[in-house]
């Protein structure tokens, strides 16, 4: 009988052996692979074979663990779902707000909510509004006269609605006024309802958009 030759140590027999030999060399062989392969035998149906261990052929039959979910259904405000396989819920962004996504709130309640407003400084003496301060305080630092102009329609498509705030926080007199005036129509109780001024230093103003090309100005104006 030879050395064993194959990964689970199962004596083969050579071509050496004599004829006399083989029954009893195979006898050895049978009862080998009999003993590796016994984790193998047994087992009900619906049962899997699992390792038992880090040892070569070491194994136990085991039932598998399928759960009691049977089905996952997206309800309101999610997608996804399903009856088998890997399932996936995700917020369904039509119905429900996230962090992330650039939504639109529609009749909705919010009860005591907290708007941070972002800072727009500006130090120059001439200042055109832009989309982005819709919604934000644009603070006004310059020691000379200073014009913040609100362009038209066509230049910058601010959303009516739109709300930009300012503030003179620099000596110099911050007056509003239309980029193109006869397009745009600037409304205020100011001494020149189409130029209003911050009254004085600290003094704050609020542009709201009402037409296509319309504007109020409200605040503490001179």
Do not use: H
Request: hydrophobic fraction near 40%; charged fraction near 10%; glycine fraction near 8%.
């Amino acid at each position: 009988m030879s050395n064993p030759t194959t990964p689970f140590s199962w004596q083969m027999p050579t071509a050496t052996d004599l004829v006399t030999d083989l029954p009893a060399d195979f006898e050895v062989f049978g009862q080998a692979v009999a003993t590796s392969m016994a984790d193998l035998l047994g087992g009900t149906t619906g049962q899997i074979l699992a390792k038992n261990s880090n040892t070569d052929m070491d194994f136990v039959w085991t039932s598998p663990n399928p759960g009691d979910i049977t089905e996952v259904t997206a309800g309101t405000g999610l997608s996804g779902g399903g009856t088998s396989g890997a399932v996936t819920l995700s917020i369904n962004t039509a119905i429900t707000a996230d962090l992330t996504t650039a939504q639109t709130l529609t009749n909705k309640t919010l009860t005591a909510p907290v708007i941070n407003l972002a800072l727009n400084a500006q130090t120059g003496t001439t200042y055109t509004f832009v989309l982005a301060d819709n919604g934000k305080l644009v603070t006004a630092s310059n020691g000379s006269a200073q014009t913040y102009s609100i362009p038209t329609n066509a230049t910058a498509a601010f959303p009516i609605g739109t709300q930009i705030n300012l503030i003179q926080i620099g000596a110099g007199q911050v007056t509003v006024s239309a980029a193109t005036p006869g397009t745009t129509t600037i409304s205020s109780n100011a001494a020149s309802s189409a130029a209003p001024k911050c009254r004085n230093q600290f003094a704050a103003l609020t542009c709201i958009k009402v037409a296509t090309d319309a504007w109020y100005v409200i605040g503490d104006i001179a």
